[in-house]
């Protein structure tokens, strides 16, 4: 007797805490959840783009695509996939997927690649559960590419960020990396004010901030500042504080999260390139991953290779991209897509002018006469272009 109580006792027990080791048990195999929570501009403007190519993309599979205020009603069983965007949640989707092995989630940045040396791995996908497709929406690659450029046009050897918020603060590290890079390379040495590889500078009062970095000869800025969405296609708030701020001078603009020389009519003769983000990419990668009978969690990583992150036209900064950079730019980009950095080379000596800051990209110290006679040759057809091409600073 004392036996079978046992015996019963256990088996009570353990049908108790079953339920509570499977976590949810989702009630709807077709329904998927999407959650954001974003940071600023321009997480709010990608989430809001992402939703949207989800839609379309869950309709073509014949699946439900609910919004979802937050991660716990996401999991409670009402939908089998759950899909996250923004930082803010990464973390805490991540336990939840643990505590839920039969929801399948989409992470964004779960799993960080590691682009170049400057750029650390930050998670491993072996240490995520089996439910866990990680994603990343990869805007510091573009601007890293974004910062070798314009570390390779400065004329002052001087360039800035300017970021309405916290969710700039990947493109502006991307574009110190970008510079870091090209230094690296070259010997020389381009400052990057409002930004560094570790912190990005947000900015409070951008007429302020824009107006310091030109007293400060920067002639390329990198802006994160973007139209407020409420006031399409007017300008207002930080945006036009920005623009305005360019009225009295001729720095170059690397545009994020928009196309700035289509926007700005003003200001499209300023516009040195944008870097663009395509979620549509992303959408179709994570519905097919959803939607196919077996869950694929291979790590998605949205950059230049697929087109998520893309780098506009040079416009009328054309002819300031020499042979020389263009094919550093390419190996760049190559570099990025493979996800792996070749060992830099020795960089380039700098001349004495390096050091005294009056001329941060000379390497005539390097040069015999010949070269200098070539070189001479061959710039007097570059002025003739350059001429037409505006010019970085006043």
């Known amino acids: 007797m004392g036996a079978l109580l046992l015996g019963a006792v256990v088996a009570i027990g353990v049908a108790g805490c079953s339920p509570t080791d499977k976590g949810a048990q989702p009630k709807d195999t077709r329904s998927t959840c999407f959650v954001s929570k974003t940071n600023g501009y321009l997480e709010s403007t990608i989430a809001q783009d992402l939703r949207s190519h989800l839609q379309q993309n869950v309709q073509k599979k014949k699946l439900t695509l609910k919004n979802v205020d937050d991660l716990a009603q996401a999991s409670n069983g009402q939908c089998a996939t759950v899909i996250t965007y923004g930082s803010a949640l990464t973390k805490q989707a991540v336990k939840f997927a643990k505590k839920n092995p039969a929801i399948h989630y989409a992470i964004d940045g779960a799993m960080q690649p590691q682009s170049l040396p400057e750029k650390p791995q930050t998670a491993d996908q072996t240490s995520l559960p089996q439910n866990v497709k990680p994603y990343l929406i990869d805007i510091e690659q573009g601007g890293i590419v974004a910062g070798y450029i314009a570390a390779g ?207 941060p990209q000379s390497t005539e110290g390097d040069k015999t006469e010949d070269d200098k006679d070539k070189e001479k040759s061959n710039t007097e057809g570059d002025d003739a272009e350059k001429s037409s091409a505006p010019s970085p600073v006043n």
């Open 153 to 359: 046009i400065t004329q002052t050897g001087i360039v800035g960020t300017v970021i309405r918020d916290k969710s700039g603060e990947g493109a502006a590290q991307g574009f110190a990396q970008g510079v870091s890079r090209y230094n690296q390379l070259h010997g020389t040495g381009i400052e990057v004010h409002g930004a560094d590889s570790s912190q990005a500078t947000v900015s409070n009062d951008i007429n302020t901030t824009v107006k310091e970095l030109v007293e400060a000869k920067a002639d390329i800025i990198m802006a994160v500042v973007g139209q407020e969405q409420a006031s399409i296609p007017g300008l207002s708030g930080k945006a036009e504080a920005f623009t305005q701020a360019l009225d009295d001078n001729k720095t170059g603009i690397v545009w994020v999260g928009e196309n700035g020389h289509d926007n700005y009519d003003k200001y499209a003769g300023q516009s040195l390139t944008s870097l663009l983000i395509d979620t549509a990419p992303v959408a179709r990668a994570l519905v097919k991953a959803i939607g196919d009978d077996s869950f694929n969690a291979e790590f998605f990583h949205g950059s230049i290779a697929n087109n998520v992150i893309t780098l506009a036209d040079f416009h009328d900064y054309t002819a300031w991209i020499s042979d020389e950079l263009r094919k550093e730019i390419e190996s760049l980009r190559s570099e990025l897509t493979d996800g792996q950095a070749k060992p830099l080379p020795s960089p380039k000596a700098k001349s004495s002018q390096d050091d005294t800051g009056s001329n």
